[in-house]
């Protein structure tokens, strides 16, 4: 019987956890705390640091099914996905870990056994690789497994070596290909082979074996690592493909329902859509992508994730119009994506309604975006026919690309119906240089790991010479804001150092620390760390007892285990190996405690007004106020705001019990707390629920500090909410004194409003309305004048009309306040004059306004509006457009405006 896909991915899991492997679940498509990644590629990214050393897990064999995207970097299929039959953005990476436990030998024996013995593939059918010089991978295929000599090829660093970076960890590689036999080659040679390494049909690279052996430096000597490492990755597409027997990835369980469903959309056959099969597999791909980007939190926008997200979603888009869509369409398709994985992922069963919504929400932005492309690339069209011109410029396309997000090919085709061409390779060299500047800018933010390096061996100094615990900084941001402790180390001028002077800026390390270091969106703690004469404590010291002192201005961690206080010496001589107190500010702690449990009530009052969709998309939690964002797809209505504003102060009257609990990350998930796409978590998290355990009013992971019951929240207030992006909102909000403050400022603006209105503050609003009433009838009775005015002049005006060949032709620069006024002075005289041409120009604000209207009996004789205002409109140094009938323009120098009105009469003559 025929396996279908979610049968072979839990076959994998259950194969490698009955050989004593922990199933862990897949991460997100995004990355935490790895800047050099736009999303999850592999299966090891969130193992990275376990690898590296930075973190240690409760196990040392792992096994997952991982989301991942590749559509970025050196790893980007996008362009291959239609004409590919196996090419993906997102697909599912199956792999196998060891940190520190078994080596080659098991890792090949558990990938032939699963393969052959589980999935049932022919011996046969198999092809090995290793490194060239790698006699134990080689042994392990050879004399363990009893694989033919002839079978195992040796091959080089290009397909048999992989390493993290230029340093850092790297190893050899073991691949083992699938043969689909001598009738599917593409090559042509008579040694078809894997050793080839040239791109043939035949071969299909199934499963690739990374063993981590050596350690890198920057001069490319590579040291045995003191622990190795297995990683491995099988793509699901691949191996279903296999095992379905399908030569496209397309044609299995995987995709084909979505294909599928995409053809009774349409009303298509078969035929019809295997003719058209590159635009039906981008749709596939890309339904796929849309549904996992958006339920991981991703939304549309013009930057990094978010733009990817655009782009694909629009290609897909593009693609269902050049089959027969016209209009949005995607909503139809996305749910066949939930129906075939969300039972593996049901994060798409929840968050359906969001990936909905933000996809047609997309998509009809990209149907608008179509209109915005075609109205600029008119105009461009008529510049190159005025010109003589018969190629779009490359700056020119990839402006339509970049700035408006029309497509490409788009651009091309409606340059074919008007006998023009691209250059294509200025809009090739315009996208690169954009792509440098965009890897110029990662790269300053990356660095070369030096600074990560320094901070690790400082830790193993201070740990070795007992200055810290074994598991470094004793830290607990979580049981006061004042600890008793000891220097461990000072850092001045990126080096250690034994002690430092007033005005000198330092990193201090203490063997414990009480201070909260960023993370989560909440920000970090200041404070002082101070050293104090004898044993007194500080509520019994005055300032003239303190030896020395330091001015905490923020936290960091470096990395895990160590935690740096960063400020400033004010007094006396820090050294190392002093007892210090570490005092956070308190005030400003319990600023900081009252808003972030303020965003946890936001958070769930906010699902409960709006819907489960709501999910967090990002916070910052500061000590004057807190800002929020969410995945919603409207503005808010007052009527809302004001609910969940009074909600939330409910909530808070409440005197709800605020309870942090540590627990697993299953059993978290599990009892229905709520976690972060943007967090990374561990195996153990912290929980905090708000409320009563039967029924928590909240309940989230969370690492922040707290309130221990709502009461001490004071009040809430929200401040402003509005859109940050396609598909996701912010509140900003103040809670406790920052609602005081915020009352206090608004009341004396009342106050001195109303004494500016000679009126009583009950009456302020009434006041106001009043004077705005009155200016606005006083507006309009002068608009009114100024068009009394202009239709005077309207006779003095008619005698300087001109005839050129015959027709009447009046060009003059008239005195109007707006543009409607001058579009209405046109229509007055196009009327009296019955058949005719007028163009008026007028100084609007400081900036030159143009207008022209041709009569509908003169376009029938080939006049045409926007080509008389266009080369006007240069004069003055701008563009325009319109209908043939009215066309209007702007420009930037309004000094110019009786000069470029001179050209009229020439220009109708030419005509």
Same mark, same amino acid.
């Given at each position: ?734 809670? &406790?004194? %920052?609602?005081?403050?915020?009352? /206090?400022? $608004?009341?004396?603006?009342?106050? @001195?409003? *109303?004494?500016? #209105? ?121 563009? &325009?457009? %319109?209908?043939?009938?009215?066309? /209007?323009? $702007?420009?930037?120098?309004?000094? @110019?405006? *009786?000069?470029? #009105? ?10």
């Amino acid at each position: 019987m025929v396996m279908s896909s979610n049968e072979i991915r839990s076959t994998f899991l259950e194969y490698f956890k009955r050989r004593k492997h922990t199933v862990v679940a897949s991460s997100s498509l995004i990355p935490v705390g790895d800047p050099s990644l736009l999303f999850t590629n592999a299966g090891m990214v969130q193992f990275k640091d376990t690898f590296l050393g930075r973190e240690k897990r409760p196990y040392s064999r792992a096994t997952t099914a991982q989301k991942c995207m590749r559509v970025s970097g050196k790893h980007n299929d996008l362009e291959n996905v239609g004409p590919s039959p196996r090419h993906h953005t997102f697909f599912e990476m199956l792999g196998n870990f060891s940190f520190g436990d078994y080596f080659k030998r098991e890792a090949c024996k558990y990938a032939y056994g699963l393969l052959t013995d589980v999935l049932g593939i022919p011996e046969k059918r198999l092809v090995f690789t290793v490194f060239h010089d790698d006699d134990e991978a080689y042994r392990a295929w050879v004399d363990d497994i009893g694989i033919p000599e002839s079978r195992v090829y040796r091959m080089g660093e290009k397909t048999n070596f992989w390493s993290m970076g230029d340093t850092g960890p790297c190893g050899p590689t073991s691949e083992l290909h699938y043969d689909w036999g001598k009738e599917f080659c593409t090559c042509g040679q008579p040694d078809c082979s894997v050793l080839l390494d040239n791109g043939c049909d035949r071969w299909l690279e199934v499963w690739n074996l990374v063993f981590m052996q050596f350690d890198q430096s920057s001069d490319g000597v590579r040291t045995p690592l003191p622990r190795t490492g297995v990683d491995t990755g099988m793509g699901l597409e691949r191996i279903t493909a296999i095992l379905q027997k399908k030569h496209s990835n397309y044609e299995t369980d995987l995709f084909k329902p979505i294909m599928e469903r995409t053809r009774k959309l349409l009303g298509q056959d078969r035929q019809t859509m295997e003719e058209r099969i590159a635009s039906y597999r981008v749709i596939a791909d890309h339904s796929r992508a849309i549904s996992f980007l958006i339920a991981d939190g991703v939304v549309p926008g013009n930057e990094g994730r978010s733009y990817v997200l655009r782009l694909i979603l629009r290609r897909a888009a593009r693609h269902g119009q050049l089959l027969g869509f016209d209009g949005p369409f995607l909503t139809e398709i996305l749910p066949t994506v939930t129906e075939i994985m969300g039972d593996a992922y049901p994060g798409l069963v929840r968050r359906q309604e969001a990936i909905l919504q933000t996809t047609l929400q997309e998509e009809e932005r990209f149907q608008a975006t179509l209109r915005t492309g075609s109205a600029l690339l008119d105009e461009l069209v008529g510049e190159l026919a005025a010109s003589g011109a018969k190629t779009i410029s490359g700056q020119d396309a990839f402006r339509l690309h970049d700035t408006y997000g029309f497509p490409l090919d788009l651009t091309r085709e409606f340059a074919r119906e008007h006998g023009l061409t691209i250059d294509e390779a200025g809009f090739h060299a315009a996208m690169e240089e954009q792509s440098a500047r965009s890897r110029a800018a990662s790269a300053m933010g990356m660095g070369d790991g030096t600074e990560d390096k320094f901070y690790r061996e400082l830790k193993d100094q201070l740990i070795a010479s007992a200055r810290l615990p074994s598991s470094g900084v004793d830290h607990d941001p979580y049981a006061g804001t004042e600890v008793e402790t000891t220097t461990a180390a000072i850092l001045r001028d990126g080096r250690s150092v034994t002690s430092s002077e007033v005005g000198d800026s330092v990193q201090v390390v203490l063997d414990k620390s009480c201070f909260y270091v960023e993370s989560g969106g909440q920000v970090s703690d200041v404070g002082r760390l101070v050293h104090y004469e004898g044993e007194a404590t500080q509520a019994e010291l005055e300032d003239s007892t303190v030896q020395w002192a330091i001015e905490v201005t923020g936290m960091k961690r470096p990395v895990p285990g160590l935690v740096v206080h960063v400020g400033k010496v004010v007094k006396g001589t820090p050294r190392v190996g002093d007892s210090v107190t570490a005092e956070v500010d308190q005030l400003r702690r319990w600023d900081i405690m009252r808003n972030h449990t303020a965003t946890h009530l936001l958070h769930s009052e906010l699902r409960y007004v709006l819907g489960e969709h709501v999910q967090q998309a990002g916070s910052l939690v500061a000590p004057d106020r807190f800002r929020f964002d969410f995945m919603h797809s409207g503005m808010l209505t007052q009527d809302e705001i004001d609910l969940i504003e009074q909600s939330v102060n409910d909530a808070i009257l409440a005197n709800y019990p605020v309870v942090p609990t540590e627990t697993s990350y299953k059993e978290a998930v599990a009892s229905g707390a709520m976690a972060l796409f943007t967090e990374k978590y561990g195996d153990r998290v912290r929980v905090v629920r708000i409320g009563w355990p039967e029924a928590p009013f909240s309940q989230e992971l969370c690492g922040g500090t707290h309130v221990s019951n709502s009461s001490q929240i004071g009040s809430f207030h929200i401040l402003s909410e509005s859109s940050v992006g396609a598909g996701v909102r912010r509140i900003e909000a103040v809670t &406790g004194r %920052g609602v005081v403050k915020f009352l /206090q400022d $608004g009341l004396g603006h009342l106050d @001195r409003a *109303a004494a500016y #209105l000679r009126t009583g503050i009950d009456d302020v609003d009434h006041k106001v309305l009043a004077l705005m009433n009155e200016n606005d009838a006083q507006r309009k009775e002068i608009e009114q004048l100024r068009r009394e005015l202009a239709q005077r002049d309207l006779e003095r005006l008619l005698a300087q009309v001109q005839h050129v060949n015959g027709i009447p032709v009046l060009a003059a620069e008239v005195q109007v306040a707006s543009a409607d006024t001058l579009r209405e002075m046109s229509d007055w005289f196009r009327d009296k004059m019955g058949s005719g041409i007028v163009v008026l120009g007028a100084a609007i604000d400081g900036k030159p306004n143009l207008i022209a209207a041709v009569s509908q009996d003169l376009v029938s004789k080939g006049f045409n509006a926007v080509n008389l205002i266009r080369p006007v409109a240069q004069v003055v140094g701008g563009g &325009g457009g %319109g209908r043939p009938t009215l066309a /209007q323009a $702007g420009g930037r120098d309004a000094t @110019r405006l *009786a000069e470029a #009105l001179q050209l009229v009469p020439q220009l109708v003559a030419r005509a």
